[in-house]
């Protein structure tokens, strides 16, 4: 589904990498490994779009992301490192609107679910006064809504949550591979996620 | 697409009204300012009515350059901008949502008290109408002008002062087209050459601004 074909990457006077090239099928889990500063954030954004490499080319499904851009983005969850969330709103609020902005409106039923799931119960508090533990969870829950988006690239999907939370990310991520999603992730941790083809690109 | 659009504009909105502070920032910004010039030029009242126009646009452009270096700012810094980016809706209908829910909440008030500040200088009752409406078409095409400055300067060091460099020069034309409406109704003459210009530098931001706000958030997230 997506090709990455000899990307190459600088940051300032560093190569991050030259040459890289992979592909990502449908019920595929790829981590992108490697040391703090060997481009893994970077590689995600390349993916998603947010950023252009120096060369080379990410394609979905034949076609260069650049020339399909909205079309892309509908079929896709990018997580970045900033929980995205907005402090004044609250997290129901932040999820239906992360959601509509998607193109995947959700019911608010659906998204009190979700939020649920990942023990967000109270309603009326804006996210300003919620954890940062508890703002990585009101972003994670976009994913229970997005099981028809194709693509999930997620950057540290763990970091600063708690087992629990951890486990039910890497049971979505797993849920998502079965039925012939793409996951590709970033992670510190050690993630032990339950996915028939997984494969490990390392950095240097 | 417009349910995207829609979201946004409820989105900034609801933002705003959870935190009024900061659109209160610009509004008393302009009531001070604009107050400041009958203090400091003198109680002459011919001389008053003669600035006044000029005076209340400077003030009211200058006002809605202070909101501008925000608007991107906060969701460039908590990564919804990113998520903006990688919308299902064209960048540029959302970017002209966000110019439009930060007019609404830095402009319009603008608009509303402007009356308010003419009394100050004395001016004649039948040039409310022009000034309101003068402001009313201009401050939105300030609105898309600074956006595109607000979101090539986004993420710099000193992007406050940069983004004045960049923008004021391009105010020129609404300043003058704004303030010479006013100035043609005192002196007796139609202002519909002026106010029509300003609409029609309106229709034309609103046309075109959007989609280099959309080009300038692009080369600046990179």
């Known amino acids: 589904m997506l090709e990455a074909s000899d990307l190459h990457c600088r940051r300032g006077t560093r190569t991050l990498y030259s040459g890289l090239s992979f592909a990502l099928g449908a019920g595929e889990l790829l981590r992108v490994a490697g040391e703090n500063g060997s481009g893994k954030t970077t590689l995600l954004k390349i993916l998603c779009g947010l950023l252009d490499p120096d060369a080379g080319e990410v394609r979905w499904r034949g076609e260069p992301i650049r020339r399909l851009r909205e079309e892309f983005h509908r079929q896709l969850v990018f997580l970045g490192h900033a929980p995205a969330v907005k402090d004044e709103l609250t997290a129901a609020e932040n999820l239906a609107i992360a959601c509509t902005l998607a193109g995947r409106p959700a019911s608010m039923q659906d998204v009190r679910e979700a939020l649920a799931r990942y023990g967000l119960r109270e309603d009326s508090a804006p996210v300003r006064r919620l954890s940062q533990g508890q703002r990585r969870r009101a972003a994670l829950a976009r994913l229970m809504l997005s099981a028809d988006a194709p693509l999930w690239l997620l950057d540290e999907p763990f970091a600063a949550l708690d087992a629990a939370a951890a486990r039910l990310t890497e049971e979505l991520i797993a849920r998502h591979v079965a039925v012939g999603g793409a996951v590709a992730y970033t992670t510190h941790q050690e993630a032990n996620i339950d996915a028939a083809s997984q494969r490990v690109l390392e950095l240097a | ?222």
Request: glycine residues 10%; hydrophobic residues 65%; neutral net charge.
């Open chain 2, 1 to 222: 697409m417009i349910a995207a659009a829609r979201t946004i504009l409820a989105r900034d909105l609801r933002i705003v009204l959870r935190r009024p502070g900061d659109a209160a920032t610009a509004l008393l910004f302009f009531v001070i300012v604009a107050s400041l010039f009958p203090l400091g030029v003198g109680a002459e009242p011919n001389l008053l009515r003669a600035v006044a126009p000029g005076v209340i646009w400077v003030a009211a452009l200058l006002a809605s350059m202070l909101s501008l270096a925000r608007l991107f700012a906060a969701d460039h810094a908590d990564g919804t901008l990113e998520q903006l980016l990688l919308g299902s809706a064209p960048l540029g209908v959302v970017s002209a949502a966000k110019v439009l829910a930060h007019w609404l909440v830095s402009g319009l008030p603008l608009v509303a008290i402007a009356p308010l500040i003419a009394l100050q200088y004395d001016l004649a009752p039948e040039l409310y109408g022009t000034l309101a409406l003068s402001l009313l078409l201009g401050t939105p095409v300030l609105g898309f002008i600074g956006a595109i400055g607000a979101a090539l300067t986004l993420g710099l060091r000193g992007a406050g002062v940069l983004l004045a460099l960049l923008v004021l020069p391009l105010y020129v034309p609404v300043l003058i087209l704004g303030a010479g409406s006013v100035e043609m109704v005192s002196a007796g003459l139609a202002p519909d050459g002026q106010l029509l210009l300003l609409a029609a530098l309106l229709v034309v931001s609103a046309a075109f601004a959007p989609w280099a706000i959309a080009a300038a958030l692009r080369i600046s997230t990179e």
